[in-house]
């Protein structure tokens, strides 16, 4: 059984920074792309960034190129997302997933499994 356990989030002001991490457990963790998305209130959850199995491939979304990073320490089974400069438009729930699919994959559908998530609230 795939597990997924986020924590980092929490409330921080506009302008500052939080890393979010997300340990695996429950499969081999370096044969597995994974993902953030991440999903505001009354809204749709969003794609934000995805790596692939080895961590030398990386995908963003255009709102958050340039001030998030994605990364993975494949020891550690733990994927993490840095995210400075953080924005009021970034608050929302953020979820971990991962999938065996080849590549990087940026759609929900293309994801198997999920955390709980975790709440950031930045505040203006």
């Known amino acids: 059984q795939v597990q997924l356990v986020e924590s980092g989030g929490g409330l921080v002001q506009a302008g500052g920074s939080l890393r979010l991490s997300c340990a695996a457990s429950?499969?081999?963790?370096?044969?597995?792309?994974m993902g953030w998305f991440r999903q505001a209130p009354g809204k749709e959850r969003d794609f934000v960034a995805a790596?692939?199995?080895?961590?030398?491939?990386?995908i963003y979304a255009d709102s958050v190129k340039g001030r998030f990073t994605i990364s993975r320490d494949n020891a550690e089974n733990t994927v993490y997302l840095q995210m400075n400069s953080l924005k009021p438009e970034d608050t929302a729930i953020y979820y971990c997933?991962?999938?065996?699919?080849?590549?990087?994959?940026?759609?929900?559908?293309?994801?198997?499994?999920w955390g709980q998530g975790t709440q950031v609230t930045v505040s203006s």
């Open positions: 429950g499969h081999t963790f370096g044969s597995y792309a």
């Open positions: 790596i692939n199995r080895r961590g030398d491939i990386t």
């Open positions: 997933t991962t999938t065996l699919r080849v590549g990087v994959p940026t759609r929900q559908y293309e994801y198997d499994y």
